[in-house]
């Protein structure tokens, strides 16, 4: 069976996920620091706050408390999520939820993953890199 007919007859591994990803999953018994980044749920009510949204409030936050040194360890994704609990999907390093929690933000963990999906786009801070924080 070749890796396609694979991927297309196994609900669980989508196309959009790639063969490192697969590798993940298959090793249960994985390190968590392969796991870098947290998936937080966002409702939709959620995501009328604007303080919910880091663009807008983790920026000001490092500001004001003389933190600005740690804006070059953040790295968060945004996906749509699928229904009302879960409007924004979040996929945040553990620099991220570090300062995300600091704020007084409670986030909703659903998962970690080794790395956001493809189809997540950078939302706030530095690209995805293989380095564990």
């Given at each position: 069976?070749?890796?396609?007919?694979?991927?297309?007859?196994?609900?669980?591994?989508?196309?959009?996920?790639t063969?490192?990803?697969?590798?993940?999953?298959?090793?249960?018994?994985?390190?968590?620091?392969?796991?870098?980044?947290?998936?937080?749920?966002?409702?939709?009510?959620?995501?009328?706050?604007?303080r919910?949204?880091?663009?807008?409030?983790?920026?000001?936050?490092?500001?004001?408390?003389?933190?600005?040194?740690?804006?070059?360890?953040?790295?968060?994704?945004?996906?749509?999520?699928?229904?009302?609990?879960?409007?924004?999907?979040?996929?945040?390093n553990?620099?991220?939820?570090?300062?995300w929690?600091?704020?007084?933000?409670?986030?909703t963990?659903?998962?970690?993953?080794?790395?956001?999906?493809?189809?997540?786009?950078?939302?706030?801070?530095?690209?995805?890199?293989?380095?564990?924080?």
């Amino acid at each position: 069976m070749n890796e396609e007919a694979f991927t297309q007859e196994s609900p669980q591994f989508s196309s959009e996920h790639t063969s490192n990803d697969l590798l993940f999953r298959l090793d249960p018994d994985g390190n968590r620091k392969s796991l870098n980044y947290d998936i937080v749920a966002q409702s939709s009510d959620d995501v009328q706050d604007v303080r919910n949204a880091p663009p807008f409030s983790i920026g000001p936050y490092l500001i004001e408390s003389g933190q600005t040194e740690l804006l070059t360890t953040i790295s968060i994704y945004s996906e749509r999520g699928a229904n009302r609990d879960q409007a924004r999907l979040l996929y945040m390093n553990a620099a991220a939820v570090r300062i995300w929690k600091a704020m007084g933000r409670n986030p909703t963990m659903i998962g970690a993953q080794h790395r956001p999906p493809r189809t997540a786009l950078l939302m706030y801070g530095v690209p995805f890199s293989d380095r564990a924080d």
